[in-house]
């Protein structure tokens, strides 16, 4: 018999790093409210089917950027495109506009966003610090090696694998969803940290291993260069969200269920009607969420 079950928890277990004492890792469910600054390990995935968990990038200090960054002595390169977008600043709509009475942020309805325009893309978006393809459109030599889904995918020459992968992001009180978008902080060729197990190569920004939009930066209410623990999740683990309103986030799934409200699906339905009801479902639940007045989610 199919059974359906919405509650996610965590197991009591913990990382630990060569060298380190052992150390807690998030015990998280998204949305948070206030959490304790000492998380626990693994969190199992929202949906049956979801499959892998991934290691967590502990305390990992943030810069910001934004779509549409002008180039300046401490960031070389604009931002008008991205490392696999050469339009990317049209294609989201415009300019991320960072400054905070240039945009939305309302945990009640869910908007983070620019207020002059609404994004056809994930407005929710990051930079990590390596590029899986080369500018002859080729596959770097370690890639297949090093990043765990690229044999799953099977790309062709030069089609990049690490386009729009879903990240969770865990500052100590709060947690989201990004996706990443674009390459950096300063260097792009460091799997051993992106994929491994080491710190950041980088030196500069307080040796700064992940860049953060604006989005992420209003919903964890955090400022950059402050630290953070990050993770990747499968697209069936993240939840529906103000991360999932705009651009090709947004799933058919948690638009519009495939069935009745409240139908179950029949016990042999297959595994993606399993995961599209169990994402109708979780939608409801996180709308119900956001109903809430900030002052609640933060008890």
């Not at 992420?216 to 939840?239: C, I, N, S, T």
């Not at 991360?243 to 638009?255: D, H, L, Q, T, V």
Request: hydrophobic residues 30%.
């Amino acid at each position: 018999m199919f059974v359906l079950s919405l509650v996610i928890t965590a197991g009591d277990v913990y990382a630990q790093s060569p060298g380190r004492p052992q150390e807690a890792v998030p015990r998280v469910v998204v949305p948070t409210g206030s959490r304790p600054t000492a998380p626990s390990a693994w969190e199992r995935p929202v949906a049956p089917t979801s499959g892998a968990l991934y290691p967590w990038r502990l305390h990992v200090t943030t810069t910001m950027f934004w779509i549409g960054e002008q180039a300046t002595d401490r960031n070389p390169v604009p931002n008008n495109k991205s490392s696999w977008d050469q339009n990317w600043m049209a294609n989201f709509g415009g300019y991320d506009d960072p400054e905070p009475d240039k945009r939305i942020a309302n945990f009640t309805t869910g908007e983070f966003r620019p207020k002059a325009f609404v994004p056809k893309l994930n407005p929710f978006y990051v930079a990590l610090p390596y590029n899986d393809v080369t500018s002859g459109h080729q596959h770097k030599a370690e890639a297949a090696r090093v990043i765990p889904w690229f044999g799953r995918l099977r790309p062709e020459p030069g089609e990049t694998v690490c386009k729009g992968r879903w990240l969770q992001i865990y500052n100590g009180r709060r947690s989201c969803y990004a996706q990443w978008e674009d390459c950096g902080p300063w260097v792009t060729d460091d799997w051993e940290y992106v994929f491994g197990s080491k710190r950041p190569q980088t030196t500069q920004n307080n040796s700064a291993g992940i860049d953060i939009s604006p989005a992420v930066r209003d919903y964890l209410a955090m400022e950059p260069g402050k630290k953070v623990h990050w993770r990747f999740v499968e697209a069936p683990q993240v939840p529906y969200g103000p991360w999932k309103k705009y651009g090709n986030s947004s799933s058919p799934a948690a638009a519009a269920p495939p069935l009745n409200p409240g139908q179950r699906p029949p016990d042999n339905a297959d595994l993606d009607t399993q995961r599209r009801y169990l994402e109708y479902l979780r939608k409801l639940r996180d709308a119900e969420y956001l109903k809430k007045p900030l002052s609640e989610m933060q008890r």
